[in-house]
C-alpha cells in the first residue's frame, strides 16, 4: 500500500508541476501528513506577482524532486520480475537457496535406469561429475539394463523395497526439505530429544489403523527397533546391585537378533536363555517367572502367526514390526504392557533406522530412555523430521485411494498368491498354511499377505533345506537360525519386485525338474 501511494504521490506532484507551467495559475502544493499524497489547488490568475510565481516553482519543484527520490527508494525494494515469476509459479512463495537442493533431487529421481535401478544424491560420481545408476541384484550396466546371467537370487534379506514404487507415485506428499542450520543443538522442543509433533502424529495414526492402544501410552523413539530391544531389555531387567539376572526367552521360530543382540552385551544384568518351552509350563513358580523377559513376534517372523505370551508372569516385550494392515489382519488394537514398532515395515524407509516403544510403566519408560540417551542421545533429529512428513502422508490417505495399506496388501498378495500356485505343484517344498481373515480396518475378510514364506523341505534328504535352495541358486535364511529345525527356511517376499520375479523364476525352476524327475522315474 505505501508502494502504491509513493507511485500515486509522484503522479500527483508531476501534474501539479504540469498544470502550474502550462497554465500559470497554481496554488502552492499541499502534501497530506497522513499518507503523503500531495494536492493541487488552483487560484485566480489576478493574484501572481514575479515573486510569488517564483517561490510557487521553487516549492513545485522542491516536493517534485523529493517525490523521486521516495519513488526511487521504493522501486529499488522491490523484487527482480524473474522473482516475481517465480513467486506467482509457486502459489506466491518465492524460493532462494533451496533451489539447487529441488533442482538436484528431482534430476537424480527422474533418471530411470531402465526401470531396474535408481540414481542417488550420495550415489558415486562418476567421470561427468554427476552419480551413476545403483542395479537392482543381477543387473548391470551403466544403465541397468543388462541382465546377470545364470545370477544367485537373494531372498534372505528383510529390505522392505515393495513399497518403493508407492513412494514413487507420491513424491510431492513424501519429498522433505530443510535449511542447513536445522535443529543443530543436540535438543529438540522444550529441551528434549523427541519431536513433540511426530509423537503426536504416530498416536493419530495407532487410533486411525486400529492395531494398539497408545493414548495412554509413553513413547519412546530408538534408531530402528534394534536399539529398542537392546533398551528394553536394560530397562526389564533387575538392577546390578541386585546380583540377579534375567533369563531372555523367546518361542521358536523366533527373530534371531533377540539372541544375538542380548548375547553380544554379555550383560550381568540379563542372559540368553533360548526357547519359551522351558519356561512355558512353570508360570506356577513366581520366583523363577519374575526374572524372564519374553520377547513375543505378533506376526511373527518368520511365519506370520499372531502370538501371545505364554510364559506367565514373565515381563513380555511384543514386537508388532509387521502388525499392520498390508501384512496381516487386524482383530483388535493391542494393549500390552511394552510393544514395538518400525518405520522399515510401516512405510518402507528402513534406511532412515526409526523405532518407537509405547510403554505403559513410567519407570520403565524413563529407564528405556535413559539408555537411548546414553547411547546416542536419542534418535536423529534430521529423521525425526523425515518420519513427521512420511507418517502425515500416510494418515492423510488413509481409507482412501492412495491407501499405502490397500497398495502394500495388493502387493504382497499377488506374491503369496503367485508363489503358492507354484510350490502347490511341490511334494519336496511347502509353505505355511495360512488362512483368510476378517481385518477390522479394512472391514472384510482378506487374503493373506505375508512379509516371508516359511519353507519346509519335506525329503529326507534334505535335511538342510537354505543349503538345497542354496543349490537350487536362492539365498534364504536358515531355520536354526530362528531356534528351529535346519528343516525349515525362511524367503523373504519383502523385497522389489526384480527381486521377486527372479525368485519365482528360480523356484518354478527347481519345481519343474522335480516333476521332470518323477515323470522320468515313472516312465521307467
Same mark, same amino acid.
Given at each position: ?80 520480475? &524473474?522473482? %516475481?515469476?517465480? +513467486?506467482? *509459479?509457486?502459489?506466491?512463495? $518465492?524460493? !532462494?537457496?533451496?533451489?539447487?537442493? /529441488? ?126 530391544? &537392546?533398551? %528394553?531389555?536394560? +530397562?526389564? *531387567?533387575?538392577?546390578?546391585? $541386585?546380583? !540377579?539376572?534375567?533369563?531372555?526367552? /523367546? ?274
Amino acid at each position: 500500500m505505501q508502494q502504491c501511494t509513493g507511485l500515486l504521490s509522484l503522479s500527483r506532484a508531476g501534474a501539479c508541476v504540469n498544470n502550474y507551467l502550462k497554465l500559470g495559475h497554481a496554488r502552492p502544493l499541499n502534501q497530506s501528513p497522513h499518507d503523503g499524497t500531495i494536492h493541487c489547488q488552483t487560484m485566480e490568475p489576478a493574484s501572481r506577482t514575479p515573486g510569488v510565481l517564483g517561490l510557487q516553482v521553487l516549492l513545485c519543484s522542491s516536493l517534485l524532486l523529493n517525490a523521486l527520490l521516495v519513488a526511487h527508494h521504493i522501486l529499488s525494494a522491490l523484487p527482480a520480475p &524473474s522473482e %516475481l515469476l517465480g +513467486a506467482a *509459479s509457486n502459489g506466491g512463495c $518465492s524460493l !532462494s537457496w533451496s533451489l539447487q537442493a /529441488a533442482r538436484d533431487a528431482e534430476s537424480v529421481a527422474a533418471t530411470g535406469c531402465s526401470g531396474h535401478g535408481r540414481v542417488f544424491l550420495d550415489g558415486i560420481v562418476g567421470e561427468d561429475g554427476r552419480p551413476g545408476c545403483e542395479c537392482n541384484t543381477c543387473f548391470q550396466g551403466p544403465d541397468c539394463s543388462v541382465r546377470t546371467p545364470d545370477c544367485t537370487v537373494d531372498a534372505d534379506s528383510g529390505d522392505p523395497m515393495f513399497l518403493e514404487p508407492y513412494w514413487m507415485r507420491h513424491a510431492e506428499a513424501s519429498a522433505v526439505v530443510f535449511s542447513g542450520w536445522h535443529r543443530m543443538s543436540y535438543r529438540a522442543t522444550d529441551g528434549r530429544f523427541q519431536s513433540v509433533e511426530l509423537e503426536r502424529i504416530i498416536k493419530q495414526l495407532h487410533r486411525a489403523v486400529g492395531n494398539a492402544v497408545a493414548d495412554d501410552k509413553h513413547i519412546v523413539f530408538g534408531t530402528g527397533s534394534a536399539q529398542l530391544i &537392546s533398551a %528394553l531389555v536394560y +530397562a526389564l *531387567s533387575p538392577d546390578s546391585n $541386585s546380583g !540377579s539376572s534375567a533369563g531372555v526367552v /523367546a518361542t521358536a521360530p523366533y527373530y534371531p537378533a533377540y539372541k544375538t543382540s542380548t548375547v553380544l552385551f554379555d550383560s550381568r544384568e540379563n542372559h540368553w536363555e533360548g526357547s519359551t518351552a522351558t519356561w512355558a509350563n512353570a508360570s506356577g513358580n513366581s520366583t523363577m517367572n519374575e526374572d524372564i523377559i519374553e520377547f513375543v513376534t505378533s506376526p511373527n517372523n518368520p511365519d506370520a502367526q499372531l502370538r501371545r505370551p505364554v510364559v506367565g508372569g514373565a515381563s513380555a516385550i511384543v514386537d508388532h514390526a509387521y502388525y499392520w494392515p498390508h501384512f496381516t489382519h487386524i482383530p483388535a488394537p493391542d494393549d500390552e504392557d511394552v510393544m514395538i514398532f518400525t518405520a522399515s515395515k510401516l512405510s518402507g524407509h528402513a534406511s532412515s533406522r526409526f523405532g518407537w516403544a509405547l510403554i505403559r510403566d513410567e519407570k520403565v519408560a524413563q529407564r528405556v530412555n535413559d539408555y537411548i540417551q546414553q547411547n546416542t542421545m536419542g534418535a536423529s533429529r534430521d529423521t525425526q523430521l523425515r518420519m513427521l512428513g512420511v507418517i502425515k502422508a500416510i494418515v492423510a490417505n488413509l481409507h482412501g485411494k492412495d491407501d499405502i495399506f490397500a497398495f502394500g496388501q495388493d502387493v504382497m498378495t499377488a506374491k503369496w498368491r503367485k508363489l503358492n500356485a507354484v510350490v502347490s505343484r511341490s511334494r519336496r517344498i511347502s509353505l505355511q498354511k495360512i488362512p483368510p481373515q476378517y481385518c477390522t480396518y479394512l472391514g472384510k475378510i482378506r487374503e493373506p499377505s505375508p512379509a516371508y514364506a516359511w519353507v519346509k523341505c519335506e525329503r529326507e534328504e534334505d535335511g538342510d533345506c537354505s543349503d538345497m535352495l542354496l543349490k537350487a541358486k536362492i539365498i534364504t535364511r536358515p531355520g536354526d537360525w530362528c531356534g528351529a529345525s535346519s528343516r525349515y527356511t525362511r524367503i523373504s517376499l519383502l523385497k522389489s519386485q526384480d527381486d521377486f520375479d527372479l525368485l519365482l523364476q528360480r523356484v518354478t525352476e527347481l519345481v519343474d525338474a522335480e516333476e521332470d524327475t518323477t515323470a522320468g522315474s515313472n516312465s521307467i
